[in-house]
């Protein structure tokens, strides 16, 4: 596979995910150190302390996944990487990049009215969002066949 021209990642979704991580370890190890003496009557035990931390890295674990997205572009195709799945789709089949009205991030248009999103271009990085779509869009006229209307009269 040849070198990535283009590699997008949200930038204010990564930043977010990233502090809300740390807050969630920070207040569930202060809550691990003072669970120890609560006035409760109830008796907390250096496991349950440890639980309670690891709670806390647990819930920072998940909310990093929101800095995986990634749209990466080459010669072969478009790879999207979301929070969880990851696809690589080759040029004859990509049939454009649509930020639909409203939409919180793009996607990617395919055959068959079928889509992609593309969480790591999303609308509340705005000028960030706008300069990649306009990369993608250069390299897809670059890349991309050129699409034909099958079926339609006189064609």
């Known amino acids: 596979m040849s070198?990535?021209?283009m590699e997008v990642r949200s930038k204010k979704t990564a930043r977010f995910a990233v502090g809300i991580a740390a807050v969630f370890v920070l207040v569930f190890v202060v809550l691990a150190?003072?669970?120890r003496g609560s006035q409760t009557g109830v008796y907390f035990r250096f496991v349950d302390q440890l639980s309670m931390a690891?709670?806390?890295v647990a819930l920072a674990g998940g909310t990093?996944?929101?800095t995986?997205?990634?749209l990466r572009v080459n010669a072969e195709g478009v790879g999207v990487r979301n929070a969880i799945?990851?696809?690589f789709v080759e040029w004859d089949l990509v049939q454009g990049l649509s930020f639909p009205d409203g939409a919180a991030w793009a996607r990617?248009?395919?055959p068959d009215d079928e889509y992609i999103p593309v969480l790591?271009?999303?609308a509340n990085d705005r000028e960030h969002a706008v300069d990649a779509v306009r990369r993608f869009r250069a390299l897809e006229a670059k890349y991309a066949p050129v699409q034909t209307n099958q079926g339609s009269p006189g064609a």
Do not use: N, S, Y
Request: aromatic share 4%.
């Open 3 to 5: 070198a990535w021209e």
């Open 33 to 35: 150190v003072l669970l």
């Open 54 to 56: 690891g709670i806390g």
């Open 64 to 66: 990093l996944i929101l």
């Open 68 to 70: 995986r997205p990634r």
């Open 85 to 87: 799945t990851e696809r």
């Open 108 to 110: 990617i248009d395919l």
């Open 120 to 122: 790591a271009i999303q």
